[in-house]
């Protein structure tokens, strides 16, 4: 039996990169998917037309992580098509980086209502439909852990704050039956950092395994966490930087 089967989740942020590996990747371990997406609504509706053509179930659901009222709307719009959500994969993020003399309001504005705020939006939301073995995952960063250049600091503030709030979630859900993780990539393959982009050798240096991660990689690890399996993990973060943080 697929390892999700008659699950429901809802991905954000999933029309490109590692979202779209995390919704390929639920739905072929027989969850049903809602496809969070802002702007590319030709992508997600590819992708949700590619995994019905698999035989799964998705729709395309369009959030602004910056609008809290569409966050609401959007995750109970995916409760009301699946019939319910088990499992929420906080995957939406912005990348904002400048040296700390140069950040502006907007940068900080920005990059806290997006990666921190839209996080614990979305989770309350989401617990509204959530029944006992549900799954909060959110996709954090290795550079919660490390900041290894200058300029990072804003976004390096933004995933370690997540820290906190999953550590946090994990107290107050499990007595619920609920479990809250963080998964940290690395460098990952996608269209945002390729391996052959202008800073990649820098960032391949750090690496104990001196290669790209893959985002198909970091979907396996997000499912694994969703599985009946993973019972017990609770309120950490799993890192897959190919050990760029050892």
């Known amino acids: ?4 089967a008659g699950k429901r989740a809802f991905v ?9 590996a995390v919704a390929r990747r639920l739905a072929a371990e027989g969850a049903a998917v809602a496809i ?5 609504v030709d992508m997600a509706r590819a992708l949700a037309d590619e995994i019905e053509a698999a035989g799964g179930r998705a729709v395309a659901i369009q959030m602004d992580a910056a609008n809290p009222t569409s966050i609401k709307e959007a995750v109970d719009r995916a409760a009301t098509e699946l019939g319910g959500l088990d499992i929420l994969v906080n995957n ?3 990348w904002r980086t400048a040296p700390v003399d140069q950040l502006t309001l907007a940068d900080i504005d920005t990059a806290l209502a997006v990666n921190v705020r839209a996080v614990i939006l979305a989770t309350q939301a989401a617990l509204a ?9 959110s996709i954090g960063s290795n550079l919660a852990e490390r900041v ?8 390096a503030l933004t995933k370690s704050a997540l820290v906190g709030w999953t550590k946090g979630l994990a107290r107050d859900l499990g ?9 940290h990539p690395g460098s990952t393959d996608t269209d945002m950092n390729p391996p052959t982009g202008p800073h990649a050798e820098a960032q391949r240096q750090r690496m104990a395994i001196k290669k790209y991660g893959r985002a198909e990689d970091v979907a396996a690890l997000v499912a ?7 019972r017990s993990i609770n309120g950490v973060g799993l890192t897959i930087d190919g050990g760029a943080n050892a």
């Open 1 to 4: 039996m697929a390892l999700l």
């Open 224 to 230: 694994f966490v969703a599985g009946d399996e993973a």
């Open 175 to 183: 007595p619920r039956g609920i479990t809250a993780n963080l998964v």
């Open 36 to 40: 969070g997406y802002e702007r590319s």
């Open 129 to 137: 439909h959530m029944p006992e073995g549900g799954r909060i995952i």
């Open 12 to 20: 954000t942020g999933a029309s490109r990169g590692i979202g779209a």
């Open 148 to 155: 290894p250049e200058a300029g990072m600091g804003l976004y």
């Open 92 to 94: 939406a993020g912005i």
